[in-house]
């Protein structure tokens, strides 16, 4: 089974058990889902830095402690699912549990595939398939939909924007950085179709372009830490490669405390002309010799 396969498996894994704790609505509780298993959820303040969630095990008894050491509902709720992920998926109880106990670092930034796994068990069980789109459809493409999603989720601005860029129709990108460096990036399938073979992906470590606003608003710390937010145009060629210059809009809001920078490029007119070129496509005679 391939990556694509088994994190499709994982999500068709988290929307069963949504179906079998009859969750028919946002936003999806994952401390009810532990307390139905019978899984102790318990805050842990001394949890080590950078650690963001704990799944304990004492004979059949099962716990999960969450990291407080970041005030963020959301990334509290996801670091649970997380540790649920690893309760609920094939092989994970025998492979993260050989010693009783195993620490978890969710958030999207490890390659071990077992926490990539987790971290996309989190991610469909809180914001699931069917209830994301569903909900998504009522926003233009843009920061203000990830913000609406995430306040209707409860999840954080991150595992939104993450999320968002793999249910949208919509051709957009979210580009998250620290100071002058880009720390990862995320496409929409239809933001790389656009691309194609031009795309150049934003990789981890490579400069944020210069003269773009989000340049200008990470050199200004206190307004990354503050949850400021800003906004303007931007040429996509500069962020994301492409045989031509293309202006779309670029959003820009602090993530506070994390010291990181969301970054969401999106134009309303790029699936316009897609959906125009479709238009003419279909309507296009087409004759045999």
Known sequence: M??????FSVEQRAE???????????PVDPFSIAE????IVEP??????????????????????YATDIQN???????????????????????????????????????????????????????PHRFFKVALGKYAPGLDAILEMADLCKTSLTATAIRYTELTDDAVAIIVS??????????SGSMKSFLGSELMWPRKGTPVPQSTETARFNAEPDRVTQNERSDGETDLMDWL????????????????????????????????DDDEEGLVESWTPRFRR
């Open 73 to 127: 509902e959301g990334f509290q709720r996801f670091s649970i699912a997380h540790e649920l992920g690893h309760y609920f998926l094939e092989g994970h109880p025998e492979h993260v549990l050989d010693n009783g106990h195993h620490a978890s670092h969710a958030g999207f930034s490890s390659s071990d595939h077992y926490e990539l796994e987790a971290d996309h068990f989190a991610a469909s069980l809180l914001m």
């Open 36 to 39: 139905s298993e019978g899984i």
């Open 178 to 187: 620290i100071g002058p460096i880009i720390d990862y990036g995320f496409l």
């Open 44 to 65: 842990k303040p001394d949890t080590a830095k950078g650690v963001s969630g704990m799944l304990l095990r004492d004979g059949d008894t099962f716990g999960i402690m």
């Open 16 to 26: 069963a058990l949504l179906r079998d704790k009859g969750i028919l609505e946002l």
């Open 241 to 272: 490669g492409g045989r031509e210059s293309v202006m779309v809009t670029e959003e820009v809001i602090g993530l506070g405390e994390y010291g990181k920078t969301l970054t969401v490029l999106s134009s309303e007119s790029l699936d316009q």
């Open 2 to 7: 391939n990556r694509a396969e088994r994190f």
